[in-house]
């Protein structure tokens, strides 16, 4: 899951990269952004990358509410499978995700 600022420079390259190295990538909507440059305002790059050259090419956009959810579902499977492997003990490390809308 890619988030961050420069999507046009930095995000660009790792979204490319790991999709060249078999990873599914995904970018949560409203999660990235990046800077007027000298070709285009800020809003149009990032609607041209989210809307138009990611998907279906090299990412998986989806809404920041399936991201959450997924998040959870993760956090879940994660305590669920540690939990069943230190037969039942709660292990040192453990993450719970609680979205809060």
């Given at each position: ?18 999709f ?7 970018v ?14 800020k ?34 499977l ?9 037969n ?14």
């Amino acid at each position: 899951m890619i988030v961050g600022l420069q999507m046009n420079f930095c995000i660009e390259v790792t979204v490319k990269s790991g999709f060249e190295h078999g990873l599914q990538m995904i970018v949560p909507e409203y999660a990235n952004s990046t800077f007027d440059n000298d070709y285009m305002k800020k809003d149009v790059c990032y609607r041209y990358y989210n809307d138009y050259l990611w998907p279906a090419r090299y990412v998986e956009c989806i809404s920041m509410l399936n991201c959450c959810l997924s998040l959870c579902i993760f956090s879940f499977l994660y305590n669920f499978y540690h939990l069943r492997r230190c037969n039942n003990k709660i292990p040192n490390r453990i993450m719970f995700l609680i979205p809060r809308y």
